[in-house]
């Protein structure tokens, strides 16, 4: 995989003009871009398509979480619509609808969110969750590959025991990711991207580092100076 395929670039901005003119300035550094809740109500899947037709990839990150007969319907429509990576959360049946829903569609890989990363241990107490957080983080991989989805969303810190775990069956995206000597934001643990690929994920996320630079495309080929230094 080349370092372009490798970083997942977060189009976490307000507007669809904002991501615009962001997409233009990263140029020819950015070959993979996740759109999320922010944009998706006002004009993100138009923008997934003006993406697809650029021959850039897109993650479409709707992390969708109900019954499994509508998540079935759900994945079916992004599927006939377009997208490469498409998040659902990691629950039995949510994942057994993903699946369905994506049929033998060759372009379209589910990931299921194991674990937010926004929740600790204590999190899980308070919602009457009664396991350790680490061992959770694998059931639930476990429920995804059983499932035979593609890959899962999990942090480094994880991605080391998921990769030992189940290798190549699940591929593995994670966010939390900065190079060295930038803010972390709100992130709680951070790692750069080097040490990402080393813990054993296969895809970064990135966000502010790149869209909150004064120059992008110069923060997104740092950061794939840095991938290629992995391989
Ligand atoms: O700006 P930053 O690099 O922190 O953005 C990370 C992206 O990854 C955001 O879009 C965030 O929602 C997403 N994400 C995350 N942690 C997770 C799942 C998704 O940071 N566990």
Known sequence: MTPEDRLIIAL?????????????????????????????????????????????????????????????????????????FLTVHAEPDVLKGAVAGRGDDPRLKILAVTVLTS???????????????????????EFAAEAGVDGVVASAKEATAIKQRFGNELTIVTPGVRPKGVSADDQKRVVTPAEAIKSGADHIVVGRPIIAANDPFAAAKDILKDLASTE
């Open 12 to 84: 976490d901005l307000p507007t669809v003009d904002d991501a615009e003119s962001t997409i233009k300035a990263i140029g020819d550094a950015g070959a993979f871009y996740k759109i999320g809740y922010q944009l998706m109500p006002i004009g993100g899947l138009q923008l997934a398509e003006h993406l697809s037709a650029l021959g850039k990839k897109v993650f479409l990150d709707f992390k969708f979480h109900d019954i499994g007969a509508t998540v079935e319907r759900g994945v079916k429509s992004v599927a006939t619509f377009g997208g490469d």
């Open 119 to 141: 929740l600790n241990q204590e999190s899980l107490t308070r919602a009457g969750i009664d396991i350790k957080l680490e061992d959770l983080v694998l059931k639930r991989a």
